[in-house]
């Protein structure tokens, strides 16, 4: 599984001494300011490699509005331009400020907080609450209640509607699609219709329920739409406006290209027509545009493949042939062979988005890559036939992974013609930033000037205990010789790390037993931290048998809060994919070691670790909890409940959390 670009500051690294701060610094001025780290502390620099915070944090984030989240323990609170804290150290978690507003939390609920740190009245106490930007301006917060229906708030924190959604689409238009948990059920409960509205950016519904089956997000006053129509009739589609006029509707020969996900870009949204005059297909079709009033703004029967437009212009494929760009009259603009786009998707279906004036391609025939400006013409050509592994366009640069297994990045700049090979094991997805490039290389955070020279780079790294504000993922796999009476190991994600014969060692019990070293090592937990030594031991006389997700055991660590009650400090994913869960097994006599992470934070308190396995006799959901010793430790507060996340690393991850 390949890694994704991660961001710049994910690593414990070092740096040299400080300089001073300007008390004048502006807020754009401090978005050009970069976090660094000082033996565990971090700081910022600006885009010159000069220190102005000096290092003294346990973590911080990058400013927002002038301000920025920091900690120096277990709690944030907000630094501003003149390196002061200008609102304490007491949430457990904080997030930049958005339109005055920052989100925060001092225990698991999430609350909005002003400039001054006065809390914002909100109308209930959501399990989460995000900020969703609009895509043209303004934007809304979506609260999550505990039962998983959401509200929708506006940029201040007050309630524009007492209706629950099961879904809240992006403000555009100043028009919000929303789908209610009103849905239309029959007798037996089944939905025969989902209530998709929409809204206003005060809430108001100027669309009503039941109408539609669908609407697409509004781009430039109008949406694609599907009619709602009661049992297994045809749904006509059709384009509507912001009052939910309808506009035209498509032919029975059209269809738009993504159904109910078919959105206007540039002007146009793309369609399917059908080559016979019937109805349209996916089979019997070709791809085209149509602009609001439902003109086909060109026909080209032997396309395949055609992409959003942008800027005027689209990708386009004929059947088994190379891409080559065009403008919104069908026309080739492009002279040179395409193998395929290197943009926001690997798979040619996003439009040219021209970041900083060009698209890179690969092109045919191995003849290398090209950055083509909008007009089809090669700026600047590289005629390495393989860079290596899912390269893609980022602005100026496109990124790469080496062809062998190292994982290591490298990127080209076509701008300037600059080519580093793989060598850095992350480079930011966002590219430069006021004239930086964080990267990290050789466990080492750095900033590359547009030469490619480090403008500052951290010293090696040393060792040390996780210090989270976070609950860590908790991943630990194993392995074992499948056993002929149950399935076997199954599972993807295979590991070598295989039970051993505790032969010769003594049986203290005729348990499973799990043993937690009480001291940690340096460098035993991916090699940048310290960790514990974990034993599970099977001195029973028989086979026990653990459920598992692609070779990882149900294992957390634990830890006791301030009321002594013992709560998990990380979790185990859940994978939607059937194929991740199996059962792996240990017989009697068989060991297996992991190493769990050694933590540090504020709040001293006992750790343990917890394995559920099965009894027994009994199902894969009868599941009994074994726990280890307990040994001292710390950890800071949001390690309790704020989970860490995840973003799928491509289609073949079937994790969300």
Known sequence: MRCTFVAPFLLALACGACTQFSPSTTPAALDAWFPIVVQGRW??????????????????????????????????????????????QRYGYASPFRNGLALVQQDSTPRLIDRTGHLV????????????????????????????????????????????????????SNRIVVVDTAALRDQEGSILAEAVGVLDSQGHQLIPYYRFSSISTFRDGVATASLYQPGDAPEPQCIIDTTGRILTRLPRNQEFADYSEAAF????????????????????????????????????????????????????????????????????LSKVAVQRPLGPSQHGDAAPAFAGGAEVVELASNEGYAALDSLGRVVRQLATPILGNDPQQVGDLLLFYAADSTQRMGFWNWRTGLLLQSRFSAISYAGYRHGLLPVVEDNRLGYLSPQGRYVWRA??????????DFMRRGVYMVASAPLQRYAGVGGWGQSNNFSKSSKGQPATTRTLRVQVASKSMPGTFGKLHHGHQLTIANTTADTVVFEAQNSSLTLTMQARDAQGIWRDIEYTPSSWCGNSYHQVFLAPGQYWELTVPAYSGEFATQLRARLLHRRAGATSSQQVAVYSNTFPGSVNPAQFWRPQGYSPQGIMDPYLN
């Open 43 to 88: 700081g910022f620099i600006d885009s010159t490699g000069a220190v102005v915070v000096a290092p003294r944090f346990a973590q911080v984030q990058e400013f927002a509005e002038g301000l920025a989240p920091v900690r120096e323990a277990g709690h944030y609170g907000y630094l501003d331009g003149t390196g002061q804290l200008v609102l304490p």
């Open 121 to 172: 009245p909100l109308p209930a106490a959501y399990r989460q609450l995000e900020w969703q930007p609009g895509l043209d301006k303004g934007g809304v917060w979506v609260g999550t209640l505990p039962g998983y229906n959401r509200q929708l708030l506006a940029a201040n924190g007050k309630l524009l509607s007492y209706k629950l959604f099961e879904r809240i689409g992006p403000l555009s």
């Open 265 to 332: 870009a540039d002007g146009v949204v793309r369609v399917h027509i059908s080559k016979d005059g019937g109805a349209a297909n996916l089979d019997n079709s070709y791809p085209a545009v149509i602009d609001q009033r439902g003109r086909v703004l060109f026909h080209n029967r032997h396309l395949q493949r055609l992409t959003d437009f942008y800027h005027g212009r689209a990708w386009a494929q004929e059947k088994d042939d190379d891409w080559f760009l065009i403008d919104k009259k069908g026309r080739r």
């Open 459 to 468: 010293a090696a790294p040393a060792s040390a205990p996780l210090n989270l």
